[in-house]
């Protein structure tokens, strides 16, 4: 329903609620640390989703009429440090599902103790939302915020692309490292939704799905060696 969601209070019952079983999942069936992991995401996550709820609010009562519409609140016009200022609260609200830095720590936790078929949601799906969300939110609804947003974009992809590859270099751990490597990838998400240009975002939405489709089948390959070896 995230993905196909045109109100927005559909869109943000939806985001929420997947949080729920994804914290089930780590905190019952995860590893030594499972307790930790799962209560960081829920805490990153849930703190950030009042982000998301105050912008969107924000935009909603902004119009002359007040509306939950997505399509009618990308037909307005929104400037100034308004717009500044919701489009900073969607960019950090959604950041940390994407996860961008500094506000990953909660994935390598979390995909450290999570189970291989969790990692592979979390990987394939949950870190997708983040991106999404930026598209149609920050993109399509805040695009003078976005321009002026947009250098600082590409800074922290390149931040993120440099960081997450150090990090996945220093992992001991494959599901860790699999799980750094992931925020290096979304940096050049970040580069393309910065580029504004029809190429950058074309390119940021195959990143995403490439990056879905490869991580998951890395996440099931580590998952299959420890069922054989443990």
């Known amino acids: 329903l995230v993905f196909l969601s045109q109100d927005f209070l559909l869109f943000f019952l939806s985001w929420e609620l997947e949080l729920v079983p994804v914290y089930l999942l780590i905190a019952i ?15 990153y996550t849930a703190l950030a989703s009042l982000l998301i709820l105050i912008s969107g609010l924000a935009l909603a009562f902004s119009g ?8 009618e609140l990308s037909s307005q016009s929104i400037t100034g440090s308004f717009g500044l200022l919701c489009y900073l609260g969607f960019l950090v609200g959604f950041g940390v599902k994407l996860p961008i830095f500094p506000l990953h720590t909660w994935l390598p936790d979390a995909h450290g103790e ?16 983040g991106g999404y969300a930026l598209l149609r939110f920050n993109v399509q609804m805040l695009p003078d915020a976005h321009l002026k947003f947009a250098p600082a974009l590409i800074a922290i992809g390149i931040i993120n692309i ?9 992992q001991d751990n494959v599901k860790r490292r699999i ?8 940096g050049f998400v970040l ?11 074309s390119g940021a939405m ?9 991580a998951a089948a890395m996440f099931f390959i580590t998952g299959s060696f420890y069922e054989k070896t443990k």
């Not at 002359?64 to 399509?71: H, I, K, R």
């Not at 440099?162 to 220093?170: M, P, T, V």
């Not at 195959?206 to 490869?214: A, D, E, K, P, V």
């Open 64 to 71: 002359e009429v007040f509306t939950l519409n997505l399509s």
């Open 162 to 170: 440099i960081y997450g590859a150090l990090n996945a270099f220093a």
């Open 114 to 129: 999570a189970n291989a078929p969790v990692s592979m949601l979390l990987a394939g799906v949950l870190l997708k939302m």
């Open 29 to 43: 069936w995860g590893g030594n640390r499972r307790l930790y992991a799962a209560t960081k995401f829920i805490l």
């Open 179 to 186: 799980a750094c490597s992931s925020v290096s990838h979304m």
């Open 191 to 201: 580069l393309g939704i910065g580029a504004v240009n029809a190429l950058g975002i």
């Open 206 to 214: 195959l990143q995403m799905i490439s990056h879905g489709l490869i």
